[in-house]
């Protein structure tokens, strides 16, 4: 490292994300907890305070990944990779919060085009080290050429466009998290999968994923939306169509297990398989969401030239996460992971992070949120379902006001059917029944009150 680079790592000041220690530049200010969208770039080693909950959530599947099996085999080691990782918070989070029983199966490479991002993770890794030591030597045989980087401390690091760190080895890992648009990188992020890996792709031109841009939504993804009650859920639809749809161009299809709209952006979290044969049937999970009168909407997979006019598209109408994996992510368990112990936080402590109760407190309630509803919801997301906004409910029942979440779930499931609410900042829940037992529901109680 220059001498120069190294004097300019050096001034800032700490934040704790998890149980990770985070270095953060002098001019950046001290995050606030719970962030409800983008903070202001500062150029590089810049953290985005509002990612935390995108990167809580990422370790959580990794480590259940490897513990439960579900895409390397017992006692073999799984590759991931971060293309984009900046200054390396995600991969750092990974190595140091993920349980240590299954750390030595977790081979992580970190890229980025950015060298004072890099040297800026370089530094934290070495001056914050996990608190197990993985020591992998580097597998020089799975790379067609030898690599341009370095092991520090269990993260092999590179310095390269994302796009030839992507095709220069075969991960069963990737994670996709650019500034803006993850289009130009999703057939490099593809094809640099092993035959059967995971890809988590994350996209915060939220405009354009959810039509508010309507020429940037058509340039990028080839859609149209419609900017009403479920902008939001398109968004995510619109995201899962393109990387089924590049994926298939890859002999390859893909299985979701986690997909959300997140405030300022969108994260999707797939199952990638090689399969000709099932790649050529992805037509049959795309389609149009159409909408209906009085806030209706119907999934359709061949639109009339007028359905294309009051309908956005074309989208995933699949269902949107695993049933088994997400009804893991519960808040006790991203607790367990996540949250510091009263050791951690003293030896922060020492290390120079400014932290009272009250940031710990914030910090719990922030681990908390990151996965609010997810167990719940996680079988309805799953298969088909209705979603309904709860403030659109009363115009549709024609009541005046609606009733409580859990006493409306309480009723439609008396009467024989699920609900749940579902993680977004506006309160959405999702059911299995018809939407006319749904209203139905509604009356009576409004009506009983």
């Not at 985070?22 to 953290?47: C, I, N, S, Y």
């Not at 995600?90 to 991002?117: H, K, S």
Request: charged share 25%.
């Amino acid at each position: 490292m220059a001498e120069g680079q190294d004097e300019a790592i050096r001034p800032g000041h700490l934040w704790l994300e998890g149980k990770t220690l985070v270095h953060l530049r002098e001019d950046q200010q001290r995050p606030t907890h719970m962030p409800r969208g983008p903070a202001k770039r500062t150029g590089p080693g810049f953290l985005n305070p509002a990612m935390a909950p995108a990167r809580t959530r990422s370790l959580m599947l990794l480590a259940d990944a490897l513990e439960h099996h579900w895409l390397v085999k017992p006692g073999h080691d799984l590759r991931a990779l971060d293309a984009l990782c900046a200054t390396g918070v995600r991969v750092r989070r990974w190595r140091n919060e993920i349980p240590g029983e299954v750390q030595p199966r977790l081979r992580i490479a970190a890229n980025d085009l950015d060298e004072f991002a890099l040297n800026w993770l370089k530094r934290s890794h070495e001056s914050f080290p996990p608190r197990i030591s993985v020591d992998h030597a580097l597998e020089d045989d799975r790379y067609e050429r030898p690599p341009q980087g370095a092991m520090e401390n269990g993260i092999f690091i590179m310095q390269n466009d994302a796009r030839i760190a992507l095709m220069e080895a075969a991960y069963q890992w990737i994670d996709l998290d650019p500034f803006g648009s993850p289009v130009n990188f999703l057939d490099a992020a593809i094809q640099g999968l092993a035959r059967v890996g995971f890809l988590e792709v994350t996209a915060t031109d939220t405009a354009a994923l959810t039509g508010s841009s309507a020429s940037s939504q058509q340039r990028r993804y080839g859609a149209k939306g419609i900017v009403d009650t479920y902008a939001h859920d398109d968004a995510v639809r619109v995201l899962l169509g393109l990387v089924a749809t590049t994926a298939a161009r890859h002999d390859r299809v893909i299985e979701p297990v986690l997909a959300l709209f997140d405030g300022h952006h969108v994260r999707v979290s797939v199952k990638v398989v090689r399969s000709k044969e099932r790649a050529s049937k992805v037509m049959d999970w795309m389609g149009w969401r159409i909408r209906e009168p009085e806030g209706r909407y119907q999934f359709v997979q061949h639109p009339t030239p007028e359905e294309v006019e009051r309908g956005s598209g074309p989208l995933w109408v699949g269902p949107l996460w695993n049933k088994d994996i997400a009804g893991r992510m519960t808040e006790e368990r991203a607790l367990r992971l996540c949250s510091p112990s009263d050791k951690e936080i003293a030896d922060a402590k020492d290390a120079g992070l400014d932290w009272g109760q009250d940031d710990q407190e914030y910090a719990q309630r922030e681990i908390r949120r990151s996965v609010r509803h997810i167990a719940q919801a996680a079988d309805l997301m799953s298969r088909e379902h209705l979603l309904l906004h709860i403030d659109d409910v009363p115009n549709m029942a024609g009541v005046p006001h609606a009733p409580k979440m859990d006493v409306l779930f309480s009723a439609i499931q008396e009467v024989g059917y699920s609900a749940a609410r579902i993680p977004d900042i506006d309160p959405f829940f999702v059911s299995d029944a018809p939407l006319e037992i749904i209203l139905g529901c509604v009356k009576s109680l409004i009506e009983a009150d």
